[in-house]
């Protein structure tokens, strides 16, 4: 039997970003079990291949009530954006629920030594590519009636709350999706779009690989002596709200492993062998004497 949260999900269009890795693959899984009757979901990323495996595993764990859609999307590429509804067969134009879930992090460099490189990626992909992304699927909603319908779900993070050093691009990206994310709420508040955020704390996932360029030791370390929160763990949030009933807006959630009260180090003895690998690791690569000034990374 359907559960209530299996029945408001029921014939819905589905898109979530950054589908191929970490919380976006989670949450194309959790949206599917949810709701495995009837449900079209959109999955987008740039590594096309990951996103028809993962279509191969929802079907063969759900099933065939799902459809399920792999579409190559680079989120920091404009003219891609643009395209991307018009590119979308027929049966999944009408689209009902937007997890705008693509970005990332790159580097501990501080200012001013960051890279060009760097800050345009981060601000291109987390920033200008949700908002291109957000413009794109907002006309379908507002042409349903009483002003519009849909959702909109933005994946922001500890980051934009409290920035800290070694991140400051990252967490500007972070704080303007709040902002963006908190504007639109109100410019939309005369129709039935609901707009949300959910911001993660620290979640193992590929993004500390991706913040490391690919260096898995330093990206390991992160996680050393403590216990992060699953993709699962945020994909079931991001499900849970989406699947209120439509006058309920789970406007903001903020969501930490237990060791968690911030963005910066964990202060709690079971999690000190985690800061330790970290000051050793971001001090002994860039001669830092003072390994106390250094920070730890979740989220
Ligand atoms: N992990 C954490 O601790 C944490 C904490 C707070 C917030 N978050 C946020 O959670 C979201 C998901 O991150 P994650 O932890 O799941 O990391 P992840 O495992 O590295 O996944 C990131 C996803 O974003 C996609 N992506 C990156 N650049 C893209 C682009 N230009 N166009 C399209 N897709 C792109 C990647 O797919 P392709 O490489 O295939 O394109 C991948 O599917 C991010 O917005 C991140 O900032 C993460």
Redesign the pocket.
Known sequence: MATAMGKRLEGKTIVV??????????TAMEFARTSPKNLKLIL?????D??KEIAKEIEKEVGSGVQVLPVK?????PSEVRGFVDSLPVGFKEIDILV??????KGTAKAPDISDDDIN?MF???VT??INMTQAILPIYKKREDGGRGDIIN?????GREPYPGGSI?CA??AA?RSFTDAMRRELIATRIRVMEV????????????RFYGDKTKADAVYAGCE??T?DD?AEVVVFNAARRENVVVADTLIFPNHQVGPLAPISIYAMPAITAILLIVSSGRGHSHAQKVVT???
């Open positions: 970003t950054g589908a191929s890795s970490g919380i976006g693959r989670s987008t990323a740039r590594r096309i990951t996103l999307l680079d989120v920091s590429n705008n879930n693509a970005g990332l992090v990626v291109s992909t987390n590519g949700l994946i922001g993070s500890i980051a990252y990206t972070k999706i911001d993660p704390g620290q979640v193992e996932t590929e993004f500390s690989v991706v992060p929160l993709p945020i990374f979740l989220g």
